[in-house]
């Protein structure tokens, strides 16, 4: 029996058998072949198209299955590679020239072709050689008869054990099949732990080695809520988890309960508890917990997964579908919030010393204006469909902000001399992410119909520590005393200004913070579907006036030690059913 402790990431204890996830041991054979053996060779290369061809379209049966057909379309153009003529006869060419096996040659042609692309300076081009080496793997897997392991193929209920996942690998694995994933890398605001909260599965993350530790079928517990890893439980250790486990259970279905009950604190307030989705497949947990809408959508995993090319239809099915989902509550889309640690191909290839600081979210839009307008107008096209609410990431000034609304009041304009229908009422707000926007909150608040606090980057901005490395992960600190210095400022000039102000970020899901969030006036709070329940039980136990007064103290306090210290204990004083 081992231990392991690692940054809790998304709750739930699991015992299961561990799945080693490594797509970075992937070596190619070379070996010289004669003459006589080439007819073998392309034989078995038309082999391996085959099947990766039968591959790929089984799994875009179970993308248009979990998704749609849209979100699986980018399987198309890695079908139609496969097959491409020019690409086949290169392969056979080069193989009866060099005389090497079909693997080897299969990755130089590729490569070539990548090269080619790199060096064509056209971003859409560009774009396509992640594909290709996607494609390329694929064949190379088929020829060697290694099963291309792949999330979505899961056949059997595993603990995902990997040094880092892609967001992609996150939507398409197979969720009944992932009970848990445990990483090398990675924080609590990590794009993968917020996935894994999404689709409510448990998650520790930043363990530093443990694809090295651990073995495909290894037994092992994995304790999201603690952080912590066994390896090997000895029976004691064993039942002992289960009845943890079983005890967890309880619990979760007692708070899902609650779910009819209003999110209204003792003395009467109502507060907004919203969901954050990635993308339109969580719509069913956002309503199983009776979310009163969605406080973000968002909108840049669907070009994530598609790539920039994504047309204004696939865009604005997308959104009316989550509309609707919806009925009749409001959904607040985010406009694409691609760069930093979302990376897209177009960002990536400008190898940025800094991408956290870089071309990002509304400073990509600005500059890719044609990209930005084809996104407004799929979602003014879809606000016919229900309530909904635009807003804007990674604003730091007016400047950007009313840049923004220009734009979107162009595409506004077009759409009427178009006659395209679209709602007349969408507010319009701004996310409070950098200092720079919370410190100049009173003005932004002039030019906003609302304000919706990031604290994922607000924090990282603000104590200058990367999200998503696990090196500094103790850094990462929502009690830092400035952290709630700048969203008292936020609210207080966003209620100065008479607009609401909602928090998104991770931190509005975080059961400690509760009380906090409840004493500095936030009006809304967005976060998983799954975390609402917890949530709405503190609400509900707690009144305004204490935690105002709560607030007070914390305020008074100068370091992070001591204002966690006292929270935790004031916590744990008044809600033993708290996880934090
Ligand atoms: C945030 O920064 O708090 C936020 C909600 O946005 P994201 O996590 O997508 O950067
Ligand atoms: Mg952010």
Redesign the pocket.
Known sequence: MKEFRGISASPGIVISKAFLYNEENFTVPFYKITEDEVDREIERYNRAILSASEELQELKKSITREYSQEEARFLDSHILMLHDPMFKEQVFDRLKSDLSNVEWIVQGVIQALVDKLNASGDIYMQERTMDMNDVAKRIINNLMMRKRISLSDLKEEVIVVTPDLLPSDTLLMNKRMVKGILMDVGGR?SHTA?LARSFGIPAILGLRTITRDLSSGDTIIMDGQSGMVILDPDKETLARYRRKQTEYLKRESKLYNLKNFPSETQDGKEILLKANIEVPDELDSVNAFNAAGIG?F?SEFLVMQTGLEMDEELQYSVYKKVIEGMNGSPVTIRTL?VGGDKLINEIAQKNEKNPLLGWRAIRFCLDRIDVFKVQLRAILRASVAGPVRIMF?MISGIEELEKATGILNEVKRDLEAEGIAFSSDIPVGC?I?VPSAAMTSDILARKADFFSI?????IQYTIAVDRGNEKISDLYEPFHPAVLRLIRMVVENGHGAGIPVGM???MAGDPMMTVILLGLGLDELSMSAFGIPEIKRIIRSTTILEAEELLGTLMDMKSIRDIDRYVRNWMEERFEFITG
């Open positions: 605001t917020i973000l968002r919030d990431p996310m992410e990031g604290t994922n980057d607000l998104c970020g991770e």
